[in-house]
Nanobody, 118 residues
Framework: QVQLVESGGGWVQPGGSLRLSCAAS????????MGWYRQAPGKARELVAT???????NYADSVKGRFTISRDNAKNTVYLQMNSLKPEDTAVYYC????????????WGKGTLVTVSS
């Protein structure tokens, strides 16, 4: 079955950086649109960034210019480089895979916690 495993979360001071990784298995990674979403305490899950199979990207306005999503199809991995982190970036970050080929499934990882505080 499809598995998405996130890593790289942790605690960082405001202004710091973190790099999240999401390793996928059980799916044809290069055919998938991949995304990062986040959910802060008491709030709904929201889109952070997505990357299409061809490499085009999309970002939430709140992270534009600070976060970069990328993918390595040879390693079946998607990354989220997060710079200039702010306390409001504190959330559980989830990886998402949206299959653009049969069976057209949509999958989530279990999430990794990012805490930004001084």
């Amino acid at each position: 079955q499809v598995q998405l495993v996130e890593s790289g979360g942790g605690w960082v001071q405001p202004g710091g950086s973190l790099r999240l990784s999401c390793a996928a298995s059980g799916t044809i990674f290069s055919f998938n649109a991949m995304g990062w979403y986040r959910q802060a305490p008491g709030k709904a899950r929201e889109l952070v960034a997505t990357i299409a199979p061809g490499g085009s990207t999309n970002y939430a306005d709140s992270v534009k210019g600070r976060f970069t999503i990328s993918r390595d199809n040879a390693k079946n991995t998607v990354y989220l480089q997060m710079n200039s982190l702010k306390p409001e970036d504190t959330a559980v970050y989830y990886c998402n895979a949206d299959e653009r080929a049969t069976p057209f499934g949509n999958y989530w990882g279990k999430g990794t916690l990012v805490t930004v505080s001084s």
